[in-house]
């Protein structure tokens, strides 16, 4: 069997393959550009991340099967960014707040021959109209950091969500049905 290495440090992806009875046997992050090109649509963004992640780690693990993914929030054709200060969070809060986004999960899967496999998720999120207040609670946590759209679904802003169509894992960072057939094709046993 194959190793399977996760192109990502990422402990919400960790968790969410544990789901699927999956282990990896390394984590090794791709650490590449992640620079949106000018006028690039969201979606065709979050493919090239994750191929680009993916060639990245198979290149320093030829014969093993490497599996990455990128998670983008996006406004219209606005992609948000990973919210590295409290301002950016609250900028994306306050875009966010009342209205509807997507949120784009792509994987890739590189077998262990060198073929790669794409897939994309899309999921429609409404959140409610957030107050201030809410705002300044939620920026408070900390929970914002490093995340796309300056917030995490799986912690206190599930509470912010009127709406939801599409894949709740995929929102979280790995979109589980996408990732399991992905796996399945590249030979990795799913628990």
Do not use: N
Not at 15 to 38: F, H, N, Q, S, Y
Not at 83 to 105: I, N, P
Not at 130 to 146: T, V
Not at 172 to 187: C, K, Y
């Amino acid at each position: 069997m194959a190793r399977l290495v996760l192109a990502s440090a990422s402990p919400r992806r960790l968790d969410l393959l544990a789901r699927l009875g999956v282990t990896p046997d390394a984590i090794d992050p791709a650490d590449i550009d992640e620079t949106p090109a000018r006028a690039e649509a969201p979606p065709a963004y979050a493919r090239r991340m994750a191929v680009e992640k993916a060639a990245a780690v198979a290149a320093r693990h030829p014969g093993s099967v490497v599996l990455a993914a990128d998670t983008v929030v996006a406004a219209g054709r606005r992609i948000l960014p990973k919210a590295e200060t409290e301002a950016q969070a609250r900028a994306c809060l306050e875009l966010l707040s009342g209205r509807r986004h997507r949120v784009l999960s792509a994987v890739t899967v590189v077998d262990g021959a060198g073929v790669a496999r794409h897939r994309l998720s899309a999921t429609v999120v409404t959140f409610k109209r957030l107050s201030p207040a809410e705002i300044d609670r939620y920026l408070a946590g900390g929970e914002w950091h490093g995340k796309a759209g300056g917030y995490a679904v799986q912690g206190h802003a599930e509470a912010f969500v009127r709406f939801l169509a599409g894949s709740h894992s995929g929102v979280v960072g790995l979109p589980l049905f996408e990732t399991r057939a992905l796996l399945a094709a590249a030979g990795i046993p799913i628990g």
